[in-house]
C-alpha cells in the first residue's frame, strides 16, 4: 500500500504525532485518478479487450439519476443531525447467481422490516440503504491464495472480476459487462417491487424463531402493531464499494455542472484503499455524490482531518459518511479522538457503525470466518455511549445480511453454535447476519436509541 507523506512534530508536552501533508490538488477529471498510485484494483492481461469493455460500459445508461443522489446526500445530512437513522446493510458480495426475484424481493423487504422496527421503537425516521446492485467486489489482504490441487491461484475478488470456481480465477473484464447488467436487471426488479409490492406482506415481521428471548413479548407486540399499522415506507438508496476505478469512471457522467457516478446513489473507499495521495481518494473527491469512507483502528487523527476536507472542501452536510469500523472492544480507546479530529476540522460529517468487519473470527472448531452477533451488537453500543459522551450523533448502522435462513454467524437467540457453521454456510466473502438474526438486532439497537415518544405517536 502507499505510505502516506508524513513528518514528526514535537507538541508542547514533548509528545511525537504525525503531521499528514494535504497533496497538492491539481483540476478534477473522472480520470485523474490514473496518475496516482492504486490499489485492489485488477490489472487485465488483455488490453485491447478492456478498452472496449470500458468504451462500451460508458456508452450505456446510467443506473441510477443525479437527483436521487442528491435527496439521498439531503437525507444524510438529516441523519447527520440526528434527525433519521440510517439502516445500511445487505450481503458481503452480490453473486451473480442470486440475482433471481425471490432472493431480491427477500433481501429487500427485509431491509425495509427492520426500518421499521426502528422507526416503530424509536419515533425516528429511517433511509434505507442497501448493499446491492453493484456490490459484486471485494478487496482481498492477498492477490494470490493457495488452493489444493491447484497450487497458488489468484483470490476470488467477486464476480465482476472473476468467478469462485479455481479453474475461474483469471481476472476478465468481461465480467465488468455482466456486473453491470446483473446491477440493471436488479434495479429493475427492487424499482418494480417499490411500487407494486403487497402492503401487508411487506408488514408481516416473522419473529417466530425468536420465541425464546426474554424480550419476545416486546418484539411480538411491535411485530403485531406494525402490521395493523399503516403501509410502511419502501423507499431505498443503493451503494457499493467503489474499488474498480475503471469501471467506476465509465459509469461516472456529467450533470448539472457537476460530475456524478451514477452506478449507485452512494458509494465508499475501503479501508485498504483510503491513502491520501492515492488513486481512490482522488477519484472520489470529484464527486457530487454522497460518498462513505471506512474508518478502522490504523487511522490516524491528523490523517482523518486531513481525508475529510479533501473529500468535502465545501463543508457540505451529508456529503461524507464515515463508517467506524473498529471492533467491539475498541470503540472507547479508537472513537473519541476521531470524533475530536472531525471537531477540528471543522467539516460536517455522518457517522455510521460498521459493526460487523472489525469482529471477525475464525473458529476453533472448524477454522470457518465467522463472527459473534453479540459482538455486533456491543460494538452499536458502544458507539452509541461515546458519540453521546462526546455530543454527536451516531447517524446509523452498516450490517452485513441477508434474507436466508443461513448459518455464518455464531449466537443471537437462534442460538447458531460453531458446529451449526457448515449447515448453510452460503457466503463466498465474509459471515452474514440471517433474517432472525438481523430482526433481533434491529430490534436491540432501537431500543438502545432514546425514545422520541411524541413522533413516535405521531407516526403511528
Avoid at 373 to 383: A, N, P, W
Wanted: overall charge neutral; aromatic content about 6%; proline content about 5%.
Amino acid at each position: 500500500q502507499l505510505s502516506l507523506r508524513g513528518d514528526f512534530i514535537r507538541e508542547g508536552n514533548g509528545r511525537e504525532k504525525t503531521s499528514f501533508a494535504l497533496p497538492v490538488m491539481a483540476a478534477w477529471t473522472p480520470s485523474s485518478w490514473r496518475k496516482r498510485p492504486a490499489c485492489q484494483m485488477a490489472e487485465y492481461e488483455d488490453k485491447e479487450l478492456t478498452s472496449k469493455v470500458l468504451s462500451k460500459l460508458g456508452k450505456l445508461p446510467p443506473l441510477v439519476q443525479p437527483m436521487e443522489a442528491d435527496r439521498l446526500k439531503k437525507l444524510l445530512a438529516e441523519a447527520g443531525r440526528g434527525e433519521r437513522f440510517i439502516v445500511h446493510g445487505g450481503d458481503c458480495a452480490e453473486r451473480f447467481m442470486d440475482c433471481e426475484a425471490g432472493r431480491l424481493e427477500e433481501q429487500l423487504q427485509l431491509l425495509l422490516q427492520m426500518g421499521m422496527l426502528v422507526r416503530h421503537i424509536s419515533g425516528k425516521e429511517v433511509v434505507h440503504i442497501a448493499r446491492i446492485a453493484g456490490q459484486y467486489g471485494k478487496p482481498r489482504s492477498k492477490p494470490t491464495e493457495v488452493v489444493e490441487g491447484h497450487g497458488e491461484i489468484m483470490s476470488f475478488k467477486g464476480d465482476n472480476i472473476n468467478g469462485y470456481l479455481p479453474e475461474e480465477r483469471k481476472w476478465d473484464p468481461e465480467r465488468l459487462l455482466q456486473g453491470y447488467f446483473h446491477s440493471a436487471a436488479t434495479l429493475n426488479f427492487l424499482r418494480s417491487f417499490e411500487k407494486c409490492h403487497d402492503p401487508a406482506k411487506l408488514k408481516s415481521i416473522d419473529v417466530s424463531k425468536l420465541s425464546s428471548s426474554p424480550d419476545f413479548a416486546s418484539l411480538s407486540a411491535d411485530a403485531a402493531a406494525l402490521a395493523k399499522g399503516p403501509p410502511a415506507s419502501t423507499e431505498f438508496f443503493t451503494a457499493h464499494e467503489a474499488m474498480q476505478l475503471d469501471l467506476e469512471e465509465a459509469l461516472t457522467r456529467p450533470a448539472g455542472g457537476q460530475y456524478y457516478n451514477l452506478s449507485a446513489h452512494l458509494v465508499w473507499i475501503g479501508d485498504r484503499t483510503r491513502q491520501l495521495e492515492g488513486a481512490h481518494v482522488e477519484y472520489f473527491r470529484g464527486l457530487a455524490n454522497p460518498v462513505g469512507v471506512k474508518v478502522g483502528p490504523s487511522m490516524k487523527n491528523d490523517e482523518l482531518k486531513e481525508l475529510v476536507k479533501i473529500l468535502n472542501p465545501k463543508k457540505e452536510e451529508g456529503k461524507v459518511m464515515l463508517i467506524t469500523r473498529y471492533g467491539a472492544g475498541k470503540v472507547g480507546e479508537l472513537l473519541p479522538g476521531h470524533i475530536q479530529a472531525i471537531k477540528e476540522s471543522g467539516v460536517p460529517v455522518v457517522w455510521q457503525c460498521d459493526a460487523v468487519h472489525g469482529n471477525g473470527i475464525v473458529a476453533a472448531s472448524n477454522k470457518m470466518k465467522t463472527r459473534k452477533m453479540e459482538d455486533i451488537v456491543e460494538e452499536i453500543r458502544g458507539c452509541m455511549k461515546v458519540h453521546k459522551d462526546c455530543g454527536t450523533h451516531l447517524g446509523g448502522i452498516h450490517l452485513e445480511l441477508t434474507a436466508q435462513d443461513v448459518t455464518e454467524c455464531l449466537g443471537g437467540t437462534v442460538g447458531i453454535t460453531e458446529a451449526m457453521l457448515p449447515k448453510n454456510y452460503e457466503t463466498y466473502c465474509d459471515p452474514r447476519l440471517n433474517y432472525s438474526q438481523s430482526i433481533e438486532a434491529a430490534y436491540k439497537v432501537a431500543r438502545e436509541m432514546p425514545a422520541d415518544n411524541a413522533k413516535r405517536q405521531k407516526l403511528a
